[in-house]
């Protein structure tokens, strides 16, 4: 069976640390691997996308890595503001479906 | 940009009441999605479409029902409103015969709860 498990459940920083998260996955044959965010009471919009090819990717202070050896992802945020404060869901979707499997998500909380 | 709008960002319902939750996008997507999304449980699939007319059931269709008349209209429906469909519920579409990088795009949600 298809799974995504993210850890940690929840993560509390001080504003301006660095910070990860970790996405362990067994989802096969592997397409892609994505991560939302989601800010309280709204939807999830996507950060990053990443294919079996890519082994990191950027987008401003967020930076996604996959090693799809041992299937697992992580997503670094550095120098957090409080803004990250969020619920961070590791998304990956197989090859069979267009439908993918969802991670519980990681509750980030920002401190001033 | 793909837009998915949910018609309510809050509701509240008494139990045994229908409800209907309203999702429309507006780029011509082939496929929408209804999820419920609970603290510590993810999001769960409720029901899909990949056609006009057409739904599959998801993870967990007890208790709801979709219709989809029109291409860009996905609705929920809450045939009799329980305390335990409380929750969020998020709607997503995608293009059909997607490229592999494609994901959803999703709504903001409504944020429904039973009395």
């Known amino acids: 069976k298809n799974q995504v498990e993210q850890s940690p459940q929840s993560l509390i920083i001080l504003e301006g640390k660095n910070c990860t998260l970790q996405?362990?996955?067994?989802?096969?044959?592997?397409?892609?691997l994505r991560w939302y965010k989601q800010d309280t009471g709204r939807g999830p919009v996507s950060l990053t996308i990443?294919?079996?090819?890519?082994n990191t990717k950027s987008n401003g202070r967020y930076t996604a890595t996959l090693d799809a050896d041992t299937k697992q992802s992580s997503l670094h945020i550095t120098a957090s503001q409080l803004s990250d404060s969020a619920s961070y869901i590791c998304?990956?979707?197989?090859?069979?479906?267009?439908?993918?499997?969802f991670g519980r998500g990681t509750s980030l909380i920002v401190h001033p | 940009d793909v837009k998915v709008t949910q018609s309510s960002r809050y509701l509240v319902k008494r139990t045994g009441e229908k409800v209907f939750l309203e999702c429309v996008q507006d780029?011509?997507?082939?496929?929408m999605f209804w999820y419920r999304q609970d603290p510590g449980l993810g999001l769960r699939l409720i029901y899909f479409?990949?056609?006009?007319?057409?739904?599959e059931k998801g993870d967990i269709p007890e208790g709801y029902s979709v219709s989809r008349e029109k291409k860009e209209r996905f609705s929920l429906i809450l045939e009799s409103a329980s305390t335990n469909q409380t929750s969020m519920y998020l709607c997503?579409?995608?293009?059909?015969?997607?490229?592999?990088?494609?994901?959803?795009?999703f709504g903001s949600g409504t944020r429904l709860t039973v009395v």
């Open positions: 997503a579409s995608t293009p059909d015969r997607a490229p592999p990088n494609y994901g959803y795009t």
């Open positions: 996405c362990n996955y067994t989802v096969s044959p592997f397409s892609n």
């Open positions: 990443m294919t079996f090819s890519e």
């Open positions: 998304v990956v979707s197989s090859g069979r479906s267009y439908i993918p499997t």
């Open positions: 780029m011509d997507h082939e496929n």
């Open positions: 479409s990949y056609d006009v007319k057409m739904k």
